[in-house]
């Protein structure tokens, strides 16, 4: 009966320790990213962070330069939530996603990317930056529905489009 308690323990404590427990290991670092935004959505930053650093490095081994953008954009998103709050990072991984996505000349990611650093810039009272990234992610977007007309990605679902959305926070934001 003793020996069952310890063990009970043993388990209960492996599980709990680990900061990604209810998450099933990959070495595929696009699942990576997924675990990431699971993790945020969980309020759970450590394991969040962990697993987008993981597939940055992961991404910059195989010279995926798309992947490596995702991954840098679930950082950014990251270090400026208010799990972590640090919008000075943010606003680095961010740039760097948009150097990522520029690489290989994705519009569609830089138009996504371009609205979140404004919003990251926005953290930081930088209103004339804020207002740059959001035109010139209207910009991108209009690119990247010429280019590919079926691209697409999730946006806020309060709105029908995501230039409406962005459109929106500008007139908002930016007068």
């Keep these: 009966m003793y020996m069952h308690k310890i063990f009970t323990l043993i388990v209960l404590f492996t599980l709990f320790?680990?900061?990604?427990?209810g998450v099933i290991y990959t070495n595929?670092?696009?699942?990576?990213?997924?675990?990431?935004?699971?993790m945020m959505n969980q309020?759970?930053?450590?394991?969040?962070?962990?697993?987008?650093?993981?597939?940055?490095?992961?991404?910059?081994?195989?010279n995926d330069s798309?992947?490596?953008?995702?991954?840098?954009?679930?950082?950014?998103l990251l270090y400026k939530?208010?799990?972590?709050?640090?919008?000075?990072?943010?606003?680095?991984?961010?740039e760097q996603?948009?150097?990522?996505?520029?690489?290989?000349?994705?519009?569609?990611?830089l138009s996504k990317t371009k609205f979140a650093l404004g919003n990251a810039y926005a953290n930081l009272d930088q209103t004339e930056k804020q207002c740059l990234m959001y035109s010139d992610s209207i910009t991108d977007y209009e690119k990247?529905?010429?280019?590919?007309?079926?691209?697409?990605f999730q946006f806020n679902p309060a709105y029908s489009?995501?230039?409406?959305?962005?459109?929106?926070?500008?007139?908002?934001?930016?007068?």
Aim: proline share 4%.
């Design 17 to 21: 320790g680990c900061s990604a427990a």
């Design 28 to 38: 595929d670092p696009y699942q990576k990213v997924s675990n990431s935004y699971l």
């Design 43 to 62: 309020g759970r930053s450590f394991p969040a962070e962990k697993f987008a650093l993981e597939a940055v490095e992961q991404f910059k081994k195989e």
């Design 66 to 76: 798309f992947g490596q953008g995702e991954a840098l954009v679930a950082l950014g």
């Design 81 to 94: 939530s208010n799990l972590m709050h640090k919008p000075e990072e943010s606003i680095v991984k961010l």
């Design 97 to 109: 996603a948009i150097k990522s996505f520029q690489s290989i000349n994705d519009y569609s990611s």
């Design 144 to 152: 990247g529905k010429k280019l590919n007309p079926n691209a697409s």
């Design 161 to 175: 489009s995501f230039d409406e959305m962005v459109k929106a926070f500008a007139s908002d934001y930016c007068g």
